[in-house]
Nanobody, 118 residues
Framework: QVQLVESGGGLVQAGGSLRLSCAAS????????MGWFRQAPGRERSFVAA????????NYADSVKGRFTISRDNAKNTVYLQMNSLKPEDTAVYYC???????????WGQGTQVTVSA
């Protein structure tokens, strides 16, 4: 079993920055594709960013390209999301997801709240 715990959320003014962390425990996720998703009130959960097992391949939602950066440190079993130039529309609960390489099973964290004030 894999447990994912997000941290780093909070309240920030528009234009500010936050760095989210997703720490995995239970087993190593070095072979897992990892991703960040978000869910704003009244809306469905949506894709934000993803990174492959080595960190050599990343992709982003159009709405965050050029502002957010996903990275990972496999030695620390942790994935990060650096968020710059934050906008009020980035306000949401941010979730970390880990996808097991063989089964395709998805593990989810409990989420961390990000609130961007205008």
């Amino acid at each position: 079993q894999v447990q994912l715990v997000e941290s780093g959320g909070g309240l920030v003014q528009a234009g500010g920055s936050l760095r989210l962390s997703c720490a995995a425990s239970g087993r190593t996720v070095s072979s897992y594709a990892m991703g960040w998703f978000r869910q704003a009130p009244g809306r469905e959960r949506s894709f934000v960013a993803a990174i492959n097992w080595s960190g050599g391949s990343t992709n982003y939602a159009d709405s965050v390209k050029g502002r957010f950066t996903i990275s990972r440190d496999n030695a620390k079993n942790t994935v990060y999301l650096q968020m710059n130039s934050l906008k009020p529309e980035d306000t949401a609960v941010y979730y970390c997801r880990g996808r097991a390489p063989r089964s395709g099973y998805d593990y989810w964290g409990q989420g961390t709240q990000v609130t961007v004030s205008a």
